[in-house]
């Protein structure tokens, strides 16, 4: 039977979006491969590049459209109508360059070349989430943040291994589909086999203890004001919010009121009004404040400054006691990639903050505890969270503002990723959001107080301190490395196969 693969790679373009929150559909990534499977199947290898290539296009420009909706000004928005196009591209090469290596898989080694795919897929996935470039977004492991049972093992393996979970199932779907009768009741049993191993190993995750009876009390003020353009209006009208909804925390024993990314204008530090009424609130509820702002700092002698995406502690009586700089900065939103490097690009008119990256992996203290400020989408990179984690930090405050992103799907999407880096170190997180989603993240991925978008919103919770090590937080992404060098590997063996077979 002859199948056309340019429609079923539509086809599994569209499925692995809609996999993706905050659809209720993470189950669909489990089959989402297996029509692009078939219809590369026995195909020349330039048919199977194009049709992949067209799958990843359809996935990327599905799960990414909301950037084109982002607020900007109207001259920049055709920059991100083509920003998502790239992207889409970028998706494109991301699934055609693993189906590329199947293709040759599968004529070196016949049917037993498909166990190749998912150390191929997903080690391509690895690496491209490293680097300051890192384009983590559309990770497979992403897809089954609603099933937190299941994933539990990201402890061990992180991404990583969820995503190799992922692409394994699609692999054994289509097995069963595909493969000879004999072959497929031999893949059964196998399947079997793993899955009596593999269910008890998730549940005595979910029983082992990785917090203690430590807790504090943190409390999340999403002030609900989308950004606009009307910059003054709306920075006063956020501050009335944030002050308004703060004052009503004063009879509750809360240890710690987070408020979102860019809570008040200006470079905090200078803005000396801003800073005594703050001021003036946290002596009030006698509880320290975290809040987003911007900072600089001279860069020398030469009377210039950087400029920093950064949070600050306001502590009762004492004001201003620590500051972080966001590390990792949204590429051509916050600045452009090398312009350290190429300073004339700072000239460039594509809207970005032209902020410098912090160097410093700070830990903040109330009393004696240690918590890690994570600024909007730092909390995306596993390392990056790892380095705080293994400074010493016992729980985790992710502040950011996603209402530039409007009402789409972007802001689930971020809001979700957050999840697997509590499982990953077994740590807890209180979000705290602009416009939403807000929410408080125990060790195991657990979700409480999780808020609807674009409502006014103060909540509290105590959530637990940190004990303990995970493999992960430990040792790092010794699975991902390993799917590297098994892929590797494996594409050596295709290359010495076809030369031998020559």
């Avoid at 189906?99 to 070196?108: I, S």
């Avoid at 410093?360 to 004696?368: H, P």
């Avoid at 509590?422 to 979700?447: K, L």
Wanted: hydrophobic share 45%; glycine share 10%; proline share 5%.
């Amino acid at each position: 039977m002859k199948r056309n693969p340019y429609p079923l790679a539509v086809a599994s373009g569209v499925l692995l979006a809609l996999s993706f929150p905050p659809l209720p559909f993470g189950f669909l990534g489990f089959i989402a491969f297996v029509p692009l499977l078939a219809g590369t199947r026995g195909k020349p290898v330039g048919i199977v590049f194009r049709s992949s290539m067209l799958g990843g296009i359809t996935f990327g420009v599905c799960l990414l459209y909301w950037i084109a909706n982002m607020w900007v000004e109207p001259n920049i928005r055709p920059f991100l109508i083509g920003g998502v196009g790239l992207l889409g591209v970028y998706m494109g090469f991301a699934f055609a360059f693993p189906f590329l290596g199947l293709a040759f898989a599968r004529l070196a080694f016949g049917a037993l070349g498909l166990l190749c795919f998912p150390f191929f897929f997903v080690g391509l996935e690895f690496l491209r989430s490293l680097s300051h470039l890192g384009f983590p977004w559309g990770s497979l492991a992403y897809t089954q943040t609603s099933y937190v049972k299941l994933i539990q093992f990201a402890s061990f393996t992180s991404v990583a291994g969820v995503s190799f979970w992922v692409v394994s199932i699609n692999l054994a779907l289509y097995f069963l589909l595909f493969a000879k009768v004999r072959r497929r009741v031999r893949f059964i049993s196998l399947a079997f086999l793993i899955l009596a191993f593999w269910l008890p190993i998730t549940h005595w995750q979910m029983l082992h203890k990785f917090y203690g009876g430590s807790s504090v009390r943190v409390a999340l003020v999403q002030a609900e004001v989308p950004p606009s353009l009307k910059r003054l209006e709306e920075d006063e009208k956020r501050l009335r919010v944030l002050f308004g909804e703060t004052y009503r925390l004063a009879r509750d024993e809360t240890d710690l009121i987070v408020w979102p990314e860019s809570a008040v204008p200006g470079y905090f530090r200078k803005e000396l009004d801003y800073l005594h009424r703050v001021q003036k609130v946290a002596d009030s509820v006698d509880t320290p404040i975290l809040l987003g702002a911007n900072d600089l700092k001279e860069r020398g002698g030469d009377g210039k400054y950087k400029y920093f995406n950064a949070l600050f502690l306001v502590s009762p009586q004492r004001g201003i006691v620590d500051s972080y700089h966001k590390i990792q900065l949204v590429p051509f939103g916050e600045r452009l990639p090398f312009d350290d490097v190429f300073p004339k690009l700072r000239d460039v008119p594509l809207g970005q903050g032209n902020f410098s990256p912090g160097k410093e992996f700070k830990l903040m203290k109330i009393g004696q505890v240690k918590f890690a400020p994570l600024i909007c989408f730092e909390s995306i990179f596993p390392r990056l969270v790892r380095r705080f984690v293994n400074n010493g930090a016992q729980f985790l405050v992710n502040s950011t503002d996603d209402g530039w992103w409007g009402r789409t799907s972007g802001q689930f999407q971020l809001a979700e990723m957050a999840i697997l880096r509590c499982i990953e170190n077994r740590i807890s997180m209180a979000r705290c959001a602009n416009t939403g989603v807000s929410m408080f993240i125990d060790p195991y991925g657990r979700v409480k107080g999780r808020t609807k978008t674009y409502v006014r919103v103060t909540q509290s919770a105590s959530i637990s301190l940190k004990v303990g090590e995970t493999f992960y937080s430990r040792h790092g992404d010794v699975f991902g490395w390993t799917v590297v060098v098994v892929g590797l590997a494996l594409i050596g063996l295709i290359v010495i196969r076809r030369r031998v077979g020559k």
